[in-house]
């Protein structure tokens, strides 16, 4: 591992800055303590080095698989006892340097080895072991295809479930080599990280397939999968090898020439513009069923989210670029992440904001039109900003003592709110230092190990600019800065005497340190009657003097954030505010458009405009609009305004317009196919009137065609869910109707999404039971569920289930995959909008003060979200209790 480089001003920051070499022997029980504690990575990566493993499994039985495991490293001579991790079913035949080991002890997850059966140098551990197999909770998922009975198997180790699975080293920073061996069943195909060397028959009709060894990588990229798989290889079959692999049952649906070439493409670019080569021997691609993730960016075996990678019906725009976007991320990870990897998992953000950054930059290129930018700020900053204006958000470098809590690391601070400050930093460093900053950090760590400090020293390098307050403020700190213009006109009121930028932050944090966000930003001064003037503004303090404005004429708007470079929430002044509402469908610009959009529903959550007044202006500006991502967005507000914010009887007044626009922009065979499916799906999103409710039948039954035919799946079970939900007297009819009807891959899980919609109390504790006490239920099915179980209009019946979701919390962090506690907390607290349910919330949080730190933050996250909503309702007249 190479050597961390400190920054100049180290010693001045916080205590997660400090070197690991520095750190005191830690104690012999704590390297035991369950999951992996800092001091035991600590330990092992000061004495151990060169690790290899040779893994062996065995498929053929259906819930579990018989292995073993050779560990081979190198160790120094002042090591101590040795710790192997393990959480698994079953070890046995633990063997040191080919000895026996009589006295091995095994607790809390792992497997000490005395240090006499050890040596200086070179040493090898043995150990033979089993492993659970099962749709939920282990780290080989198995899923059973109802279409043909065929069963697949794909391993998920992230962030430390490998030693779930095997004995190993599981943290980041202690890369091995991998050699796998697997036996299956004959008729299975077997993929791994590493390229096949052999795949021959085996005793009682299995085959054993043999993998080469792989470059170095961390052990939560270890991965293989094995099933009937079909497979699919480009046309072009130059540049990096490459096979798409898909279940049997969906080869037909499988769009593979288009996934291939955009893994393909993103592959080239990445090397062309970072100058580094792929790193690894191949670049395999699964579309894996019923994945708990977008994607995982294993080495060699890319895993890809097969319902977000099939297309069942015509993809919209934002389908498409949402796929591009999970894509050209995953593919990143194979330089940052993979061949360059976070030391722990505090610098989680490391990677995976700059994947995110980097798949904006492909799209950029790669996608010309599609307004590249648009989507970054429409994909990114509201998530950010909807969290991190929160008390329970956190820094994007977050302090981890053990790996076991790493789960909670993940969410919008990391995803979103990570690529939004890279983007700030490179406009503030410019371009091309940027990019020679990633280039050298990439080379300098290659194959290895390395934090944030090293990546701003990179890019101090190539930049020549110190970056320690940007360190200080954006990633060490948490939360963020509101911005608000100061507009002072001259006495005429004609003319601008001044005009400033004013920071605080967006929420005062407990032990927050205080300072102001360093930055850089391009502010707009908008004209109607002339052309726009735009500053760019370095900002120097709370308080910011906009040069070079004074004398202007006093501007209709004034928009801080042009270019969407800064991070943080950017106000509208009142004037501005005014203009915007009126004038907000002329704007030429996409991403100018997007982002004043984006003002307005800010000024709707900060109570400064009534919520049926922004679904007034949506309905006034949607005939106009005919981007597909901002008509998009503009929906989704609208129908948050009248679900969730508006008094009823505002949303009563307003809805039966909305539902009639919806509906004739649908079938307006004169708009792009993409509009017109937006139009459908918020329409049976937010139906409720008759009318509404007879249009949705009409689609069902085929008497209201869409697009020249028929609704396809998924729009015909997203029609019934919504049926279903409203509870119309056939509603179960039609369900049943459906569930005959599609005899599709996915009909048993959009049927299990449309049973949790039932507006009936027996259903909705029976999906509850099962959600997390029915070991054969997939995560994945349970989360696609959450949305229809607490359907906001299904308060009443919800609100029971309130307080029993959230003492499941614990468990599910440890039981559960990195995504599934914050969309459980979202969806059950997201799911309410009255003052009893956040009461229900309040108390909770107030009877549990021993609640883990990181459960209590995703809480408060969601808890925040709620008593904003009842904010809102409450400006607006709206009974919340």
Known sequence: MTRTIILAAAAVLLAGGAARSQSPAPRPDVLTTPGISLELARERAATLSGVRYELALDLTRRDSAAGSVRIAFDRKSEA??????????????VRANGAAVTDFAWENGHVRIPARWLRAGANTVDAEFTARIAPAGSSIIRYDDATDGATYLYTLLVPSDAHQLFPSFDQPDLKARFRMRLTAPAEWTVIANGPLESAEDGAG??????????????????????????????????GVPMTLYGRASRRAEVDAEDQLRANREAIVWLERWFGVPFPFAKADLLLAPAFPFGGMEHVGAIFYNETSFVFREPPTLPQRLGRDATTFHEVAHQWFGDLVTMEWFDDLWLKEGFATYLAAKMQDE????????????????????????????????????????????????VYNK??????????????????????????????????????????????GQSLTAFGEQYILRAGMPRFRPIVAATGDARSLASLRLEQE??????????????????????????????VTVSLTGRVTEVPGVAGLPVPDYVWANDGDHGYGMFLLDDRSAAYVEEHVGEMEDDLLRAMLWGALWDRVRE?????????????????????????????ERGLTALSRYAPEAEAERVRPAWEALLARRASDSTLPYGLRKAALDALVETAKSPMARAVLREYLSGARSFDGGPVKQPTRWSIVQRLVSLAEPDAMALYRAEVARDSTPEAARRAFMAGAAERDAATKAAYFRRYLDDPRLNEEWVTASLGAFNDPAQASLSLPFLRPSLDRLEWIRDNRRIFFLPRWINAFIGGHTSAEALATVDRFLAETPDLPLDVRRKVLQARDELERTVAVRRAAGAKVE
């Open 205 to 238: 009709g299995a085959k054993v397939w043999r993998f080469a060894e792989t470059e170095p990588i961390s052990t939560y990229l270890a991965a293989f999968a094995a099933g009937p798989w079909t497979s699919w290889t480009p046309a072009d079959s130059t």
């Open 418 to 463: 990570a690529p939004s400050i890279l983007k700030q930093l490179d406009f503030m460093v410019g371009d091309s230092a940027f990019r020679a900053g990633l280039t050298l950090f990439l080379k300098r760590h290659a194959y290895a190990n390395a934090t944030w400090r090293d990546l701003l020293a990179a890019i101090e390098e190539t930049s």
């Open 80 to 93: 101590g006892d040795l710790v192997v991790d393990f959480r698994g079913p079953s070890l046995r035949g």
């Open 505 to 534: 932050p967006a929420r005062a944090l407990a032990g927050d340190p205080g300072g102001w966000w360093p930055g850089k930003v391009r502010v707009r001064l908008g004209y109607h009657d002339r052309e726009d003037v735009v």
């Open 366 to 413: 790669l996608r010309p039109g599609t307004g590249a930018w648009k989507t970054f700020h429409l994909r990114n900053k509201p998530l950010a900003y909807g969290v991190d204006a929160t008390s329970g958000t956190t820094p994007v470098w977050q302090e981890l003592a053990n790996l076991e809590l790493a789960k909670s690391n993940y969410g919008p601070i």
């Open 607 to 635: 109570t400064e405009m009534p919520p049926a007044r922004f679904a007034e202006a949506a309905l006034r500006e949607l005939p106009r609009e005919k981007d597909e991502q901002i008509a998009a967005q503009i929906l």
